[in-house]
């Protein structure tokens, strides 16, 4: 009865001490400076820089395609139809 006692002691502290050993063994390693953000030059009110994404149909659509029509939304979505 001690020796098992012993040995579930044991391989507890060893699961509970893997996990922790992962997280330093991470933070050991170098970690690179994110590149620096550019200042954002809008206001409220402004017009928004023209820029072109791919569309669902994998059409590329660009923001003056919109132009002289009612507001435009944009919407980031960032873990649509993923697992996450």
Known sequence: MR???AVLLL???FLMAVPR??????QGEKKQ???PQPEPNLKVG???PDFTLLGPDTK?????D???KK???LAFVVFAFTGG
């Open 71 to 73: 507001n435009v939304a």
């Open 11 to 13: 391989l507890s502290i």
């Open 3 to 5: 020796r098992r006692t």
């Open 21 to 26: 050993a992962g997280q330093l063994w991470a």
């Open 46 to 48: 402004d017009t928004f």
């Open 66 to 68: 919109f132009k002289g």
């Open 33 to 35: 400076a994110p590149p």
């Open 60 to 64: 590329k659509v660009s923001l003056h």
